[in-house]
Nanobody, 125 residues
Framework: VQLQASGGGLVQAGGSLRLSCAASVRTFSGYVMGWFRQALGKEREFVAAIRWSAGTTYYADSVKGRFTISRDNAKNMVYLQMSSLKPEDTAVYFC???????????????????WGQGTLVTVSS
């Protein structure tokens, strides 16, 4: 499975961006798709995840109410719509995929098997 994240860029605080993740897989059925981010000098952290088949979503508290993860079954794409962006959202954002993952490990980066290359989001104040 190869993942390709895109959509990053420079945006002012309060603005919006939509990140996309394309995958070289016939179907994501059974997968959990996640978005993580890593700011300069910091650990990689969980942002959001979606269970492909059920559509169940999970969010980090820091982005809840501002970010929305979604999927497009027909296009095998995962999106992260980011609104009300803050300077502290500045980071490289990665999409990731896991074929089998227990609920309690959804927010743990080591649970994910496949990773995209990352896309940089910079939020200016």
């Amino acid at each position: 499975v190869q993942l390709q994240a895109s959509g990053g860029g420079l945006v002012q605080a309060g603005g919006s961006l939509r990140l996309s993740c394309a995958a070289s897989v016939r179907t994501f059925s059974g997968y959990v798709m996640g978005w993580f981010r890593q700011a300069l000098g910091k650990e990689r952290e969980f942002v959001a995840a979606i269970r492909w088949s059920a559509g169940t979503t999970y969010y980090a508290d820091s982005v809840k109410g501002r970010f929305t993860i979604s999927r497009d079954n027909a296009k095998n794409m995962v999106y992260l719509q980011m609104s009300s962006l803050k300077p502290e959202d500045t980071a490289v954002y990665f999409c990731a995929a896991a074929l089998r993952i227990i609920l309690s490990m959804t927010r743990v980066s080591s649970s994910y098997d496949y990773w995209g290359q990352g896309t940089l989001v910079t939020v200016s104040s």
